[in-house]
């Protein structure tokens, strides 16, 4: 069978496009590498999914190898299996979608035209998009009507221009906490404002609202209110899932992709052929997957005629830092507050999202306030050790445990910044270690610009601001190189330009006419939010343009 | 009578640790005898908890996620424990009284080595107090103890 679309890859950038293809009468196949389950399927269980990492592949048969690249220029190797380092988000239908905390941020106008606006820095490679806000706008509003965001639109001064007055979803319910944080950030003059999320504050989209059920990031949602790509997108439409196929290879003739090779659980091979290939299996593996796929047309790789696949790898700059709120320090009214669990704590500052220094304008970012997260395991391992770094145990521990985790809680915080795209940091693959598919693993280089932890340590200070004024105690914070693995963007930047980028406006690759790489491997630069909503955006853009192609010459079925 | 699954099972907690002396060596102990003392050292609440590390322990070390050099980290932790031991007071670690082991603990707390294996032990205490009750190694009894609310919904089986 020719299918009409295959896509390599289950998350956010791959199912907008097989929702919106098969709907419109298309044989969409999914390929995905992890398994398939169902809201039935999904608990919260913290041994297995946080401990034990049941979502991600195993390190001894997956790994990555990391070289850090210092500013001198200094490489450092790790191999990610020993070293206990990866870059996995989740292997399943749906992917890193599932366990997402659906913070969702559009980006502004100016992310679109970083160079224009803020200009040049040095050792960093900023461009413009090669697409406007405003051409990306009307999709950013169809994926908090398809995929569901609720929200509550709050005027600040970077508030981004909307084609609509309101979110589709009315917030959802809110710790009582939140209250004391709008009132310390009107009076630091902070425009604080509800987190938009991804999560569904009522039943709709047949699907069910959220049940406040405590454990919402990091795991998968039981009750299908978080707009996973596989809750809100896949199970949605008629598009073929083979799940627990892993693509090792891409075969093509000088024009076009013509078969895609998968391994099945047992590592026996198959070939799906289709007319259009889209690929969306995160920017590591999408880019991995290029290079692997190395043939006489393309012997750099595919798409990699200018050895571009790969180029100016990015992640979300930041950190993240805390505060505790003792009971000692509180009413018994607040007691009762902190300790609400299941209830969210969705609280934004953008204030500096762009601010001035020496008459110049600089990009800054986003900070996002939450509580610790619930795994008692994790919290309760946080107290192993004094403040003086020694290590304790018995009743002491005991007690510290207990008098902790009984009438304090922590608050914080996770700033977002532009990871500026550099020449040193890029993927690859090894020439010698192979995964257990006997396939060349992925090289990241890690490499961060200096500019980004300024940015990122002006941001946490106004953070930490907010924080002592709240009264909390024990602040710290972390500004740091350090790449968060599930924010991953670029490799395949689009472009006007065949000799500095990968893909074209509408995402198809320069080299291959049936191409197209759908996840956040396009972005040139990442803006000062979480990825999600962009990736589903442009996807469900993408989707457009790969219909009119496809309606030129194939009719629905 | 151990039957060969479990005997498998507690093949690693089971398997030989040859404790010296200098270079003599002066004892063979398993991984479970000193761990059985040791958890409750740690943790004394686990007991009146009414939680088994080392019942945890025969399931977690068996499981796939668990690599061969884990448990390699925690039979020499257990060894050098030992050696301390005798160094200390001349007597295997569970040959000691409960202040002589309270010694010992400290000591090697002030290790590189000692800081990490207490570290290890004490996490995996954790993981048992505070698995949930599906796992059959706690019923729940940590969570009551910090009035903690667990996600729902809850796992229906054990996925270790």
Redesign the interface.
């Known amino acids: 069978m020719i299918y009409d679309i295959c896509i390599v890859g289950s998350g956010a950038g791959g199912s907008p496009i097989a929702y919106e293809l098969s709907k419109a009468g298309f044989n969409v196949v999914v390929l995905e590498k992890g398994k398939n389950y169902t809201e039935a399927d ?7 999914v946080s ?4 979502f991600i592949p ?1 390190l ?1 048969d997956e790994k990555h190898i990391i070289n850090e690249i210092d500013e001198d220029g200094n490489l450092t190797r790790f191999d990610g299996d020993e070293y206990n380092w990866n870059f996995w988000n989740g292997s399943m239908v749906g992917g890193s979608s599932n366990l997402m905390s659906g913070y969702f941020h559009r980006m502004k106008p100016n992310d679109f035209k970083l160079k224009s606006v803020y200009g040049d820095i040095k050792g960093a490679n900023i461009v413009d998009w090669v697409i406007s806000y405003e051409e990306l706008e009307p999709y950013y509003e169809k994926v908090e009507h398809i995929v569901g965001v609720s929200g509550k639109i709050e005027k600040h001064k970077f508030l981004e221009p909307r084609s609509t007055k309101e979110f589709p979803y009315t917030k959802l319910f809110e710790n009582g906490v939140t209250t004391w944080f709008d009132k310390t950030c009107k009076k630091l003059s902070l425009e604080s404002f509800a987190t938009p999320r991804a999560i569904l504050s009522e039943n709709a989209l047949d699907r069910k609202g959220c ?1 406040y ?3 919402c990031g990091s ?1 998968a949602c ?1 009750t299908g209110a978080k707009g996973s790509a596989r809750a809100a997108l896949l199970q949605k439409c008629s598009a073929k899932i083979i799940p627990e196929a892993f693509v090792y290879k891409l075969d093509s003739d000088e024009k076009k992709v013509t078969f895609a090779h998968y391994y099945d659980k047992d590592l026996k091979s198959h070939s799906i052929e289709a007319k259009i290939f889209v690929l969306s299996a995160q920017a590591i593996e999408s880019v991995r997957l290029l290079l692997n796929s190395k043939n006489k047309h393309f012997p750099n790789g595919l798409a990699n005629t200018n050895k571009q696949v790969g180029k100016n790898l990015i992640f979300s700059a930041g950190g993240s830092g805390s505060g505790r709120f003792d009971f000692k320090d509180l009413s018994k009214e607040r007691q009762d507050e902190l ?1 609400q ?2 209830l969210f704590f969705n609280r934004s500052l953008q204030d500096d999202y762009e601010f001035e220094e020496d008459g110049k304008k600089y990009k800054g970012g986003t900070t996002d306030f939450l509580f610790e997260h ?1 795994n ?2 994790s919290r ?2 946080r107290e ?1 050790y004094d403040e003086g770094g ?2 304790l ?3 002491t ?2 007690d510290k ?2 008098n902790r ?2 009438t304090s809680r922590k608050l914080t915080f996770e700033v977002f910044n532009d990871w500026l795209p550099t020449d040193k940091c890029f993927i690859g693959v090894d020439e010698k270690e192979k995964d257990k598919f006997n396939t060349p693993v992925g090289v990241i280089n890690l490499y961060g610009h200096p500019h980004d932890l300024e940015v990122g340590e002006k941001l946490a200070q106004k953070a930490v601001k907010v924080l002592k004024e709240m009264g909390a105690k024990d602040i710290t914070y972390s500004i740091s190189s350090a790449p968060p693995p599930n924010l991953v963007a670029g490799g395949c930047r689009f472009g006007d330009d065949v000799k500095t980028s990968v893909l074209d406006k509408n995402c198809k690759t320069h080299d291959l006419d049936n191409l197209y790489v759908a996840d956040a491997s396009f972005m040139p630069t990442g803006g000062s939010v979480p990825y999600t909503w962009t990736i589903y955006a442009n996807s469900f853009r993408i989707a457009d343009e790969i219909l009119k192609v496809i309606k030129s010459y194939t009719n629905p079925h | 009578m151990i039957n060969r699954r479990n005997f498998l099972k507690a093949g690693f907690l089971s398997s030989s640790v040859l404790v010296l002396s200098g270079c003599e060596l002066f004892s063979v102990t398993t991984p479970i005898q000193t761990i059985k003392i040791l958890q409750y ?5 686990a007991k009146k908890l009414g939680v088994n590390m080392s019942k945890y322990l025969q399931i977690i070390l068996s ?3 668990i ?1 061969e050099d884990e448990k390699k980290h925690i039979k020499n932790g257990i060894k050098w424990l030992n050696e301390e031991a005798i160094k200390l007071f001349g007597k295997a670690y569970i040959k000691l009284d409960s202040l002589q082991r ?1 010694k010992v ?1 400290i000591l090697i ?1 002030q290790t590189r080595w000692g ?1 990490r294996f ?2 290890r032990m ?2 995996y205490i ?2 048992a107090v ?3 009750p ?2 059959n190694v706690s019923s729940g009894s ?2 009551e ?12 089986e054990a ?2």
Request: aromatic share 12%; net charge negative; glycine share 6%.
């Open positions: 999904i608990s919260k269980d913290e041994l297995a401990r034990r990492d049941k195993m001894k049940e059920s405590n454990f795991y039981a300790m669990v299941g619930q008692i395991i309760v391992s192993f020694n290590i145990w018995g009743d521990l005991r445990i207990h985790l009984t | 050292d740690l943790f004394p609440h499981h796939s996620r690599d309270q603990l707390s800081d207490i570290n004490l996490t954790m993981e505070f698995s949930d599906v796992y940590g969570w103890w910090l009035n903690f609310k667990t996600g729902l919904p809850q796992p229906k996925l270790l």
